[in-house]
């Protein structure tokens, strides 16, 4: 046996590391569904069963009421659909407004390049828990007939009350606190260090934000939105009182639940439904395929 | 050429540093944590600006506080960061987090040639998530050298690696930093990572630079005893008026004054480490610790050891040069 130390002893160590080709798994192993061990275990299981149904059964309650006939007499009159026509509209008004003038302050939430970031997420905060028929009180002596701002845009010859742009900004003001703050966690998910190494690989902030930033946070910020299309599309506390026309779809179901009675009211009930639901649900599944991609 | 010579304000101390690297040099900034080592990176990268000082890299100023006043942005600087977050953009594939800096040179016969070189040419379609550690630290490499950036700086780049991976990758920056002739900073809290890499080497304390030098250098002549700390010297024994640093891993069983210092005294305790024995011996006036080949007595009983050629240190704790205090035959 010899002192002086084999080249084979010395060569051992390269290559350690894994070997091309066998990306190491990101899951760990198959998934077996839990076994229910235990009388607590089940009955937790059939008590989220329970509170599950009950969650969903407004909507099999509407499933189940609705007839074929029904639909078709009440929303077969000449401008039957025009209240869908006017929600559309604003909602996607709304969307737009939502889009373009709170994701740079939820971005700047997120970051907390705000000064006095608590204050600013307190005023979020207090726009949430505001009540809609509160917000629709103050938003008339806010921007009604007689006040410097009804002044203001009275000179162009509108009028934010009772009017396409009164439902817009009740619209707004009730679905606003709830993008800005689901939007402010989408992009806080996405890693500082990440926009950093972006910026010291040569893109400007701009251009970070729309290759990094905006891509990372998109399934998350497309939730954010979709919330806030449906509460733009079931708006109702402030638009009864600043927007009373022109109807949209809750305003619709509520004159014709007075007027005729919950049975015609009900088929409204379904197209509020059929509208509001497919952006949440498309959101959804593609932020959950987004997030699949991601992981190879 | 990479110069910094800045004073960045941090919340508890003032970090002053003063370094330069040449092309193809590298720099290795060892220190504790918390020491202000990453400030100093991140100075340089434009990500933390200094309250004073200049900083400049291939003969363009990329800070300077005084008048005219110069701040180059980060994407502008052209300075690559590799951080232990290896930083690949989850929603971009292996090629297309590789070109990030040069989309247009996705296809290019550079990007394939140094993914093969760095081992992870077969990897250029997968997501970065399905990456084991080391294979996404070697993408983030590629990534930086394909973006031509004019300095490499690494901050602990490693620190979650496994010995191997962090021995090859190792070696492979040193290579690539060689080839390209850039400048390169490595932080490391580790003296191992730091020697692996460095061909110079500076000890960082509390926001100060307390030694610049040879990394083997620096470990045998530190030039106080802080620094010895930081390099791994456990405990002082006292030569006449002097201390004398005493490292783990040079120190002889048994008396050999040809080589230096011989200390008596009784064990204390022992431990085994690695392939020998660690034993802490309690000296007239202070408790030294060392690496032994052999198990030594049980504790209390008498041993003898020889430090080799030890660093001696004044009172005030600063380095004596042991040729001149003539004291490295007679004791």
Known sequence: MSWAASPAAAGTARGAEDPPGQPGRADGGPAFPRRIRSVSGAASIVGAGLIWIVLLGPVITLLTHLSWHAITSSLSYPGALDPLIVSLESGGVTLAVLFLFCTPLAYKLARGSLPFPRIWEAGVLCALLLPPLVIGLLLVFMVGPYTPFGDLIGHFNLSATNTFLALVIAEVYESAPYYVVGAQAAFGS??????????????????????????????????????????????????????????????????????????????????????????????????????????? | MLKADVEVDRRDFTVRASIEVAQGERLALFGPSGAGKTTVLETIAGLVDPKTGVVELAGRTLTRTSRPRVAVPPWQRGVGLLRQDPGLFPHLSVRDNLAYARPAGSRGGELTSLADALGIGELLSAMPARLSGGQQHRAALARLLLARCDALLLDEPYAGLDAAARRTLTALVVRLVTERGVPAVLVAHELADAQAFASRMAVIDRGGVLQIGDPDQIVLRPVSTRVAELVGYLGFAEVGELAAGIHPDRV????????????????????????????????????????????????????????????????????????AAGLRREV
Not at chain 2, 259 to 266: A, D, E, K, M, N
Not at chain 2, 285 to 299: E, F, I, K, Q
């Open chain 1, 190 to 296: 996405v890693s500082p260090r990440l926009e950093q190494q972006a910026e010291l690989l040569g893109d400007r902030p701009r251009r970070v934000f729309r290759r990094v930033t905006l891509p990372l946070s998109a399934p998350g910020l497309a939730m954010a939105l979709s919330v806030a299309w449906a509460r733009a599309m079931g708006a109702f506390g402030a638009v009864i009182i600043i927007a009373y026309h022109p109807y949209g779809l809750p305003l619709q179901i509520f004159t014709t639940l007075q007027e005729t009675g919950l049975a015609s009211a009900l088929p409204y009930a379904l197209v509020l439904l059929v509208v509001a639901l497919p952006l949440p649900l498309a959101a959804y599944v593609w932020s959950a395929r987004a997030q699949g991609r991601r992981r190879g």
């Open chain 2, 252 to 323: 002889l069983a048994g008396a050999v004054p040809d080589r230096g210092p011989v200390l008596t005294g009784t064990v204390a305790a022992s431990r085994p480490a690695g392939a020998g024995w660690e034993t802490d011996i309690q000296l007239p006036d202070s408790v030294v610790t060392c690496r032994l080949a052999d198990r030594p007595g049980p504790p209390g009983s008498p041993i003898t050891v020889t430090a080799l050629d030890p660093p001696l240190f004044g009172r005030d704790g600063s380095a004596v040069d042991t040729m």
